[in-house]
């Protein structure tokens, strides 16, 4: 591993066990019900079986794991695997069942080549590697013999307002940030399609499929909350943490926040669109 990737690993590993971590715990309930209805599809995508062996990649507080052990029931076995000590810390008090565990690891290059699982999953864990064709290579032995994965990531930042606002905000107020490479570690590193499709077929997967669809998130029913969330837990906070605005500028860019979701408030909440990558594969050889 070279200096550089070795830096934008350890950025990763410090990022997912600072405060930030401990807002996704915090807001976990939040979290869960944005996503609700792509963790829907992604499980239909998935297609886990009664006692499969299920490694979770990317768990955070656990919510997929959990839900993964009760379809593979007590005959199955399923690991939760993240770098995050808070999260994985949530995920443990959360959990009760025997045959689902939680590890703390980066999937990109824990040894894993003795676990045979006979499914990889993830929803939005496997954007932030630091070399995605190692990483992804790694997960590849991790599976048995025809061994399948099944995951999510967000597409373009572009098309994902939820992301594209509250950036927007930042820069209002802090003037525009450095640039980062479109395919750099972060929620939206996977957002195009051929990329990820050349970084699975390198690191040795088959009958790769990408399927892009247009979901609905549930971001709740009250419109602070919601910008709150937005600012505060999505890739903003990261600008948010380094400037360290005083509160009222904070209340300024939450209340800018809000007047853009306007629009997406409905008699049922607040409605946004979102596009997500959905991946399935089976490991080669």
């Keep these: ?58 768990c955070g507080v656990g919510t997929t794991t959990r839900q993964v052990g009760r379809t593979t029931g007590p005959d199955g076995r399923v690991l939760g695997l993240d770098i995050s000590a ?19 690891a980066d999937a990109a290059s824990h040894d894993l080549s003795d676990a045979a699982f006979d499914l990889a999953f993830s ?20 599976l048995t013999p025809g061994g399948r994965i099944a995951m999510a990531c967000w597409g ?4 994902n307002p939820w992301f594209q606002m509250p950036a927007d905000i930042v820069e209002k107020y ?8 479109a395919r750099a570690p972060g ?3 996977f957002g195009e399609k051929n990329y990820v499709e050349d970084i699975l077929s390198n690191a040795g997967f088959e009958n790769i499929q ?6 609905e998130l549930d971001a709740g029913d009250e419109l602070q909350q919601a910008a709150k969330y937005a600012l505060f837990s999505g890739p903003a906070s990261r600008a948010v943490a ?26 049922e909440g607040i409605r946004i669109s979102g596009q997500v990558h959905y991946l399935t594969a089976v490991g080669a050889g």
């Excluded at 373009?156 to 098309?159: E, I, Q, Y």
């Excluded at 990408?210 to 979901?215: D, F, L, Y």
């Design 156 to 159: 373009p930042r572009v098309d």
């Design 242 to 267: 380094q400037h360290k605005p005083d509160q009222d500028v904070l209340d300024a860019m939450v209340a800018d926040v809000e007047a853009r979701l306007q629009p997406y408030q409905t008699a």
């Design 123 to 142: 929803r939005f864990g496997i954007m932030f590697f630091a070399e995605p064709i190692v990483a992804f290579t790694n997960i590849r032995g991790a």
């Design 187 to 189: 929620p939206t590193a």
């Design 1 to 58: 591993m070279n200096d550089q990737i070795a830096e934008i690993t350890e950025q990763q590993r410090k990022f997912w066990n600072s405060e930030s971590a401990n807002k996704w715990v915090t807001n976990n309930q939040s979290m869960d019900r944005l996503l609700a209805p792509l963790t829907e599809n992604l499980f239909e995508i998935a297609q886990v079986q009664t006692g499969e062996a299920v490694l979770d990649i990317g």
């Design 86 to 104: 808070p999260m994985l810390a949530a995920a443990r008090e959360k959990s009760e069942a025997a045959h689902v565990s939680f590890l703390e």
């Design 174 to 181: 802090f003037g525009s940030q450095p640039a980062m490479p």
């Design 210 to 215: 990408i399927e892009t669809k247009t979901i």
